[in-house]
């Protein structure tokens, strides 16, 4: 079984609307990390934003949220007032565990297309 | 101050032929990681090296694959007689350390082709 899923393959949004790209994820762990990255055309993987298992409150970092919803093992990542330069393939990841080895498993992918 | 660094940008290769690929982290980190991505698919976990410590290797999807980190620092990935199915982009990230959630900065990669 897949242990990220983010079933948007491609997403399109105008520019400074909102958008929200989905990632649920699988694992019996009680304590696993979330991540999101942006990987635009020139390659370069980027970190964007955090959430621990743990943690009670919702990650924020500038216009990147993520929405996380324990229950139904959902973190999903909402960029508000999206701009041009946002553009770009996004990949969630998850690290799970433990013990010893932080090794995060990352999803196949969503694109990002913000238009004018 | 400097990011990961890897080298070669691009390598194309004739089937059959050993190809080095390498990665300079960020000076400090501990945590060192190569990834594979194939045209449309996510990050294939390939090796991980956490300071002194024997490399997570489980990743590595035959026996031509190997990786050594000399000094705790620079990393090559090698492939021996490589095949078309090799062709990818080869990631290498690295990260404070590797004992706790910490973000991953990642290299611009080596695109590697197989002829």
């Known amino acids: 079984a897949q242990k990220i899923t983010q079933t948007q393959p491609g997403m399109f949004v105008q520019e400074k609307e909102a958008v929200t790209l989905d990632c649920t994820y699988d694992?019996?762990?009680?304590?696993?990390?979330l991540f999101w990255y942006k990987q635009p055309s020139s390659g370069e993987m980027i970190f964007l934003i955090y959430?621990?298992?743990?943690?009670?409150q919702n990650a924020t970092e500038g216009r990147y949220s993520l929405n996380f919803q324990k229950a139904r093992k959902s973190a999903n990542l909402v960029i508000s007032a999206s701009q041009l330069g946002d553009s770009a393939m996004y990949f969630c990841?998850?690290?799970?565990?433990?013990?010893?080895?932080?090794?995060?498993?990352f999803g196949r992918g969503t694109s990002l297309i913000v238009h004018p | 101050g400097a990011g990961v660094s890897q080298s070669p940008s691009n390598k194309v290769t004739e089937k059959g032929k050993d190809v080095e690929l390498r990665c300079d982290p960020i000076?400090?980190?501990?945590?060192l990681y190569w990834y594979r991505q194939s045209l449309g698919q996510g990050l294939e976990f390939l090796i991980y090296?956490?300071?002194?410590?024997?490399?997570?290797k489980s990743g590595l999807p035959s026996d031509r694959f190997s990786a050594e980190r000399t000094g705790g620092s620079v990393s090559t990935l090698t492939i021996q007689r490589t095949q078309q199915e090799d062709s990818a982009v080869y990631l290498c990230?690295?990260?404070?350390?590797?004992?706790?959630?910490?973000?991953?900065?990642f290299g611009d990669g080596t695109r590697l082709s197989i002829l």
């Open positions: 990230a690295s990260s404070l350390d590797g004992y706790r959630d910490q973000p991953q900065h």
């Open positions: 694992t019996s762990d009680q304590s696993y990390g």
């Open positions: 959430q621990g298992s743990y943690d009670e």
């Open positions: 990841a998850m690290r799970e565990g433990g013990g010893g080895s932080y090794i995060p498993t």
């Open positions: 000076s400090g980190h501990t945590a």
């Open positions: 090296f956490q300071g002194n410590s024997a490399p997570d």
